[in-house]
Each structure stands twice: as C-alpha cells, then as structure tokens.
C-alpha cells in the first residue's frame, strides 16, 4: 500500500512543478513584454510611442496599416511636424501635420492648426465645440519614422475580434501542452 | 526539436528580424546623401488685405515658387512634401507661421519645378498686427522614406513685407 501511495504522490508533484514553471514563464513573457513597452514610452517621452495609421487621410505619405515611431521632446513645435494629438471627447488619436502654429512671446505656449494631407480642410471640423487650435497637452508625440504594413496585425484584430480570441486560445494552448 | 510548429516558429522568427534589419539598412542609407536643393519665391501681387468681422488680418497674395529638390531623393524615398509658409514676429506672439500652399512630389522628375498660385490656405493673423509688418516665407520639405527616418530641413528667404495700408 505504501508504494502506491508513494507512486501517486511523485505522479502528483511532478505535475504541480511542470504547471508552476510553465505559469512563470507565461508571467516572464508578459512582463518581459510590459517592460519593453513601458521602456519604450520612457526613452520616447510619449504615452503611446507606437501608434497605427487608422485612416486615408495622409495619402499617399501614410496608408492605413502603417506604423508610426512617435517622439516626445521638448523643442518647441513647428508647422510641417507631424504630430498625434487627442481631442477631448474622442478616443482615438489622429496623426495630422501642423499648417499653422502661433506661439506666445511670454509663456512660449503654442497654438496649433493641423491638417490631414489628403483632406480638402483643416482639423477645425475635428476638434471640440468652439475649439480653434490645439495646445501643447493635448499633442502625444512627433512621428519620427515609420514602417508600412506592418500595422495591419493590430487593424485586424481590433476590426474583428474573434481572430485575437482564436490567436490567445492558440498560444494558450501551445504553453500547455509543449513539452518543456 | 526538429517538428514542423518548431521549424516554422524558427523560419518565422528568422525571417522577420532580416526584414527589420533590412528596413534600418534602407533607413541609414538616407544619411550618405547630401542634398543641395535651391528655391526662389517671389511675391507677384498682394491681392487683398482686410480686417475680418472678427478682428483678425486677412491677405490673399499670388506667388511665383520655383525649386530644385532633386539632390533630395534617394533610391529610399517615397515622396517629398513640400510646403511654403509665412513666418513672423508680433508683439503678443513670439513667432507665427502659416502655411500657405503645400505640394507633395512624388519623384524625383518631378522635383524641378515653377508654379504661378494663390495662396491655397487663407493667410489670417491672429489679431491685426500685418500692416507694415515684415515676414519671411520659408520652403519646408519633409522627406518622407519607403521605410525609416523621416527628416525634413528648409531654406528661409528674406525680406517680404506686408503693405502699410489694408486694400
């Protein structure tokens, strides 16, 4: 009888620590990946230091799907940057040049006017009620650089859900059952 | 080891650090380039130069622009955007500068060019400071790469200045 009992319980440890250490290398993975993301928007100094081009309206320079490498410095903006900014009251932030910028002789703060390249008018459609120009807080970052579509992983999951569900249950189900 | 999920796991990875690797190559190559473009600007007419209802200096003005961007492209770039826009000082602002027309090149055959035109963006000040005023208007492009670095440099002309009275 003790020999069963002794079989059971190596069978059962064996499990606990191969579960355990798969559950800590999942965790590493996460953060791991957590840390590159939260080091990148430190290095860059914007919230959001990658974003997605999710609209048509800088054809031909930036199509839908492309990646943009934003930066976050503290030189003053200038027109013809391209910038992303968040208007209050929209999520989604928009990646515009600037045509127009008035800053002050005393306090150095600016006024914005952006423009989409392909759009016939400027941003003042877009912004809040009663809004003329944006100001410094409510841009994110100046686009740096950029890569095309590699964008359209993320525009495919987002515009259909049920792929990124399939794509988690699929790694999930990779981290159980490999071996090691 | 040697499974077709492992196999293609490896080929993936491989074959996506090459093409990154690839884009940066592409994107450092833009640094041997040394461009040396040349512009003119010159300023036909003054069509208009009111007050609006709102207070704020409007003027509509017609320019000749002629340039030559060629030197900027590289086999890298995607397109050039160009764009002219006015700069000036005024007692409440430091600095203003408007955007007054903007083109985008998109090769290289197309870099040498000259054009009559309006002002496609109305030119409104914030206030009434234009009259008298003198401004500079400034060629900006921004080269835009196939992969990479966006870099973008101007050339400021000098010595424009607004009439002293509205018309």
Redesign the interface.
Known sequence: MGWIGDTVDSVKSIQIRQLLTQAVSLGMIVTSALIIWKGLMCITGSESPVVVVLSGSME???KRGDILFLHMSKD?I?????VVFNIDGREIPIVH?V???????DT?EV?VLTKG?NNYG?DRLLYAQGQLYLQRNHIMGR??????YVGWVTIIMTEKPIIKYILIGALGL?VITSKD | MHSF?YRLNGLLTFSVTILAIM?AIA?LSDNLNTPSPSAEIQVMNINWFQKQPQGNDEVSLTMNISADLQTLFTWNT??L?I?V?AEYET?????????LW?A?I?AKEHAKFWIHTSNK?RFVD?GNNLRGKEFNLTL?W?V???????F?D?IVLTGYSFPEEYR
């Open positions: 031909p320079g930036f003053p200038r027109a013809g940057e391209i040049r045509i127009k910028v008035h800053e002050r002789q150095g006024d390249d400027d686009a740096v650089g950029f890569l095309p990779l | 999920g884009c994107s995607k397109q955007f764009f826009a007692p409440k602002n430091s600095l203003n500068q408007v955007s903007d985008i998109p963006y914030q900006h921004h835009m790469p196939k992969t990479g670095k966006m973008a101007k």
